[in-house]
Every structure is written in C-alpha cells, then in structure tokens.
C-alpha cells in the first residue's frame, strides 16, 4: 500500500509540474518582451522581426469596450497595447469611455460633461450587441491601477484635451511609462498648449491627409511638413499614420520614417483609416490587406480583430 501511495503521489506531482511548466511556457511565449519598458524601447528601435499588436478600445469581442474586462482578455492573449478612450465627468473626474455621451455603451443616457461620476457608477456597460452586462464605468485611475500590474502598454485616446491631469494620474499610479499619448496638434501647437510637459510623455503625433481629419474636422497640415518638424526637433516614440487612399501622401511620409527606423503605427479599424484594407477584408484574407498594410511600412497595427491579427503574424514569423 505504501508503495502504491507513494508511485500516486510522484505521478501527481510529476503532472501538476509538468501542468505548470507549460503553462508557463505559454504565457511566456505569448509576449517577447519581460516588461513594459522592453516594449518601450523595442518601439524607439523597432526590429522587422516583429509587429506590435494594438486591441481597439480593449479587446471588445470578449467584453464590454474600453471596460476593465476588455483590458484584462487583451492582456490574457498577449496583445501588447490597449486602446482606451478618455472623457472627463461633470464633476472633473476622467473615466474610460469612447462617446460624448454614454447612451450607446451603457444602460443610461445623456452627455458625460452633464454627468457626475457617482451617477455614471450607477449604470451599466453594454456588450458589443448592446446588451446589457453586470460591468461598470471605470475611472482612467482604476484602469492605470490595473495596468501598473500588468506587462502591457496603453494608448490614450481622447485624451489631449485633459493631457496634465491625465499625466498626474498616470504619475501617482506609477505608468508614465507605460503609457502612449497622441494627438493631432503641430509641434508648435503642442508647446503652447502643455509646454516641458510633452518632454515627459511618450508621444505620438497622429499624422493625417491634408483634406482628412475625423477628429478637428479641419484641413490638416502637409503631411511631409508636419512629420520633419517632430522627427528635426522632438523625438516622437511612432507616429499614427492616416491615409485614406493607397496613393495617399502619407505614404511618402512612411518611407522617411522607416528610413530612421521610426515607428509606424496604422489603424486598420475601417477603411478610411488604412487605404481600404481594414480588418473585415483583413479576417478574410489577411496577406493581401494586413500583409499590405506590413509591406508599406507599418509595424504596430491597431486592430478590432487583435487575436486573429496575432495568428496571422505568427504564421508570418512576425511575432519572434
């Protein structure tokens, strides 16, 4: 009988070490870098051995957009950046939301501006049916809380408006350095608006066509003009390029940035964004939408498909 006990026991431990043992391999295999700060300095000197991976307003197909769920099963499949919004309440508080108003996520109505927090907490986040869920608003310092534990990065979208008092949350949970903020502004913009500040942050000017800006629904810049004056006196971590068109200008810009080995993030939500190979022709057939937006110079792609996006690069060897 003592042996018997004995030959159970080993077996069971041989199984729960070797049940250990590849599940961490797994999760180690699911990302390249130990830390944030890997992730950081691989974007300042990307390598064409790999494509970052950026998931949307989280990863939305599994949970609530922009909500904590959505961050935590992107970080699960090792996606290396979420995409989060930011909006500020009535009473001055910043949380985590797309829209100008929460009718469309929630079970509420009305304007965020008009909204004091305590009510916001009182309603609750739809899914990607618009049904609604158990999940709750969460503030941009629950979510950064979060992500200060995590080995991922953020992208703060929406947020040039609130930049300092996004920045002091960011600093009292410890993720400066975790985090990505962008935005449309010139360079000479940006210095009268937040000054030193901007020398504080990862920074990632949004480069547009001239005639195409969704968010200042005003002409934009030249591209090429507005990309020399970041890359002669900034240093941007990427740049978001836009382009409508596959023979956009933005695209000459791209070249000069690969030339100095710039980061070049492209969003392939929907077919303004990318030149027509957006993800739902991308899902379909991934070399000749994903894989154009690859050869034309991006390695960080944002996508509302991030673990499909991921198999592809796997099969392409662009996730060593």
């Excluded at 990307?46 to 935590?72: C, F, I, Q």
């Excluded at 158990?134 to 979510?143: A, D, I, N, W």
């Excluded at 004056?229 to 978001?240: A, Q, R």
């Amino acid at each position: 009988m003592k042996k018997i006990a004995f030959n159970t026991v080993t077996l069971l431990f041989a199984f729960v070490l070797f049940t250990t043992t590849a599940t961490t391999a797994q999760n180690k295999l699911k990302s390249r870098f130990k830390n944030p700060q890997e992730m950081i300095q691989w974007i300042k000197n990307p390598t064409k051995d790999y494509v970052m991976v950026v998931a949307h307003r989280g990863n939305w197909r599994n949970a609530p957009e922009n909500s904590l769920l959505a961050v935590k099963t992107a970080v699960q499949e090792g996606i290396d950046i979420v995409e989060i919004d930011v909006r500020k309440t009535k009473d001055g508080e910043l949380i985590v939301m797309h829209d100008y108003t929460i009718d469309r996520t929630t079970n509420g109505k009305g304007k965020i501006a008009d909204i004091t927090l305590d009510s916001i907490r009182k309603v609750y986040l739809k899914n990607a049916v618009g049904v609604k869920t158990h999940y709750k608003v969460s503030t941009l310092r629950e979510m950064m809380q979060y992500i200060s534990t995590q080995n991922v990065l953020v992208n703060l979208d929406k947020c040039w408006e609130y930049l300092p008092e996004a920045y002091q949350i960011l600093k009292e949970t410890n993720t400066v350095n975790q985090a990505i903020f962008k935005g449309s502004d010139t360079l000479e913009q940006l210095r009268k608006l937040h000054g030193s500040l901007i020398d504080n942050i990862h920074y990632m000017p949004m480069v547009w066509p001239k005639n195409y800006n969704i968010y200042t629904k005003n002409v934009s810049a030249e591209p090429i003009s507005y990309v020399d004056e970041f890359i002669n006196n900034f240093k941007p971590i990427g740049f978001e390029v836009i382009y409508d068109t596959e023979d956009s200008p933005v695209l000459e810009t791209i070249k000069k940035m690969r030339i100095k080995n710039i980061a070049v993030w492209v969003n392939t939500l929907w077919p303004e964004l990318c030149g027509g190979h957006y993800d739902e022709l991308a899902f379909e057939d991934p070399d000749a939408h994903w894989g154009w937006v690859i050869k034309n110079g991006a390695n960080i792609i944002q996508s509302d498909r991030p673990v499909s996006l991921i198999e592809y690069l796997k099969k392409k060897n662009l996730r060593n």
